[in-house]
């Protein structure tokens, strides 16, 4: 499918940068992992700022049928109430779901591949020592 009217080439360019921002890339698959939230917050969150620029916007149904079309590989996560979860995973995640500004998403998303690169695995030793004390 290639993208013909204005709108839906300015959203698929939205969605590269949102996905680009927002995403976590999988390192053993070809994926990319969003922050929790419906497929639904993402069109409205488009929606919002196209309006602010004055843009064109597509519809919700033409929104998913591009991002299924262009970015099969972006999943949006479902939630799932992990007992025991990272309470610093937990913190970013929470501020990457509320934020709109793109340089603290940015800062976010760096902080977030910084904890889960060395960080992650101390707490979760820790955690586990704990529960069998």
């Not at 976590?24 to 969150?45: A, F, G, S």
């Not at 700022?49 to 597509?58: F, M, N, T």
């Amino acid at each position: 499918m290639t993208p013909v009217s204005e709108a839906q080439e300015s959203c698929v360019l939205w969605l590269k940068d949102h996905f680009e921002l927002y995403g976590d890339k999988m390192p053993n698959r070809d994926e990319i992992h969003l922050c929790v939230m419906t497929k639904r917050t993402i069109y409205d969150q488009y929606k919002r700022e196209k309006e602010s620029e004055g843009s064109k916007i597509c519809a919700e149904s033409k929104f998913n049928e591009l991002w299924q079309a262009i970015y099969p590989t972006c999943l949006a996560r479902d939630y799932t109430d992990i007992p025991g979860k990272c309470e610093t995973c937990a913190y970013i995640d929470q501020k990457r779901r509320f934020s709109t500004s793109s340089q603290v998403q940015e800062h976010l998303k760096q902080a977030f591949l910084l904890h889960r690169g060395g960080m992650f695995m101390a707490e979760r030793r820790e955690y586990v020592d704990i529960l069998f004390i």
